[in-house]
């Protein structure tokens, strides 16, 4: 499986940006989903979390009430629709791919894609 993200970009606080992860290959359906973040100087942190029916979701509590995420199988993409952005939302989001979506995917990652930036300013 290969993921691509995109969706990034500048946008004040406040505001609103949809991301978008592309997967290749015709198992996505098998996977559960997630969403990583790295803000610099940082480590990378658990965002959200769809399971592979797209029947259970977890989100960090950072961002809870805020973002939302969701998927299309039929289109091989997950999204990341975040909203009242803040500062220190800012950072390089990263989709990943795995087979729990429980405990921020704590049982392991099998794919990551290319991280897009978010870059909320003040």
């Known amino acids: 499986v290969q993921l691509q993200a995109s969706g990034g970009g500048l946008v004040q606080a406040g505001g609103s940006l949809r991301l978008s992860c592309a997967a290749s290959?015709?198992?996505?359906?098998?996977?559960?989903m997630g969403w990583f973040r790295q803000a610099p100087g940082k480590e990378r942190e658990f965002v959200a979390a769809?399971?592979?029916?797209?029947?259970?979701?977890y989100y960090a509590d950072s961002v809870k009430g805020r973002f939302t995420i969701s998927r299309d199988n039929a289109k091989n993409t997950v999204y990341l629709q975040m909203n009242s952005l803040k500062p220190e939302d800012t950072a390089v989001y990263y989709c990943?791919?795995?087979?729990?979506?429980?405990?921020?995917?704590?049982?392991?990652?099998?794919?990551w894609g290319k991280g897009t930036l978010v870059t909320v300013s003040s």
């Open positions: 990943a791919a795995g087979m729990v979506a429980a405990q921020a995917m704590g049982a392991g990652i099998n794919y």
């Open positions: 769809i399971s592979w029916s797209g029947g259970s979701t």
């Open positions: 290959g015709r198992t996505f359906s098998s996977y559960a």
